[in-house]
């Protein structure tokens, strides 16, 4: 049987690698899916994709870094579908490829508010329609293995997956009663645009990729999808507040 079967679902970022799968594993497993991006055009295709396969979509432009964004976004969501019961903040972005000294401050302000005030907004208005319905819901967080342990050449962008997973396990431990599960997965290197264009930023990231996971490769990002079916589905009833390193063995080191 299918595991989300009629819930509604919110990916953002979700025209990019690790959105995009999990949006259409969504909808595999029978959710209504959202498909929220920066780029509103990749979003309606990736919500055409679904739609075409036999799903429900909806594509949405949304910057998760402007507070009025996030809130028409999940307005949107609520207008076409009539409630939100699973979200996956995933929209994020890696921008510096360099030792802390060399990194400067248009670099930290544009990570910190994409990465953790975007995944903050998002919350605070998932949480709050979540709470309005008032039947629970299932939250998971894009952070990464750079949210775990030290991230080489991406201090500011590690800090704020620390962020993340901060901000994960706080809001697990006060919506848990409230039957809202708040957890995130922090993936190792998935094979993705945003791991080719670091690649062609730093080509000696490659060697260094290959030698990250003791699996042996590069994770998909199907790898990923599977794991946050998995976290926002009735399977992961008893987690809760869980940075999930969904990572080839890189941070079992
Ligand atoms: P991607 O670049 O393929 O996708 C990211 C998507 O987010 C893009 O479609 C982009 O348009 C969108 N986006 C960027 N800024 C946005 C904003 N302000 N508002 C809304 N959408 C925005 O990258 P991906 O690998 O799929 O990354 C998804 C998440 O996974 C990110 O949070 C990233 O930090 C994290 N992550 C990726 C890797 C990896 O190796 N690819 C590893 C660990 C964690």
Redesign the pocket.
């Known amino acids: 049987s299918r595991k989300l079967e009629g819930k509604i679902a919110l990916v ?2 979700g ?5 995009r799968a999990t949006a259409l594993a969504y909808m595999r497993e029978g959710a209504k899916v959202a498909v ?4 509103g055009a ?1 979003a309606r295709d990736v919500a055409d994709e679904i739609v075409a396969a036999g799903g429900e979509a909806l594509g949405l432009a ?4 402007l507070s009025e964004d996030v809130e028409a976004m999940v307005a949107q969501v609520v207008a076409r579908f009539g409630r939100l019961d699973i979200a996956f903040n ?5 921008v510096e490829h360099e030792p802390l000294h060399k990194t400067d401050e248009a670099m930290f302000d544009h990570l910190m508010n ?2 953790v005030k ?1 995944v903050w907004l998002c919350m605070k208005h998932e949480i709050t329609q979540m709470l309005r319905q008032g039947h629970g819901g299932a939250i998971v967080n ?1 952070a ?3 949210g775990l342990i030290g991230a080489p050449r991406q201090p500011i962008y590690g800090a704020t997956k620390h962020a993340v997973v901060g901000m994960t396990k706080s809001a697990g431990l006060e919506y848990g009663r409230k039957g809202i599960r708040v957890n995130a997965v922090c ?4 094979r ?4 080719e264009r670091a690649i062609a930023r730093e080509p000696r990231r490659q060697q260094y990729i290959d030698q990250a996971h003791p699996i042996g490769r590069l994770g998909e ?1 199907d790898e990923i999808a599977r794991a946050v079916v998995f976290l926002s589905s009735d399977d992961a009833a008893f987690v809760l507040g869980h940075p999930l390193a969904v990572d080839g063995g890189y941070t079992a080191r």
């Open positions: 953002t970022g025209a990019g690698g690790i959105g929220a991006d920066l780029d990749a949304a910057d998760v870094s995933n929209a994020g972005i890696e994409v990465n975007g894009t990464s293995v750079g993936p190792g290197i998935i993705t645009e945003m791991t990002a």
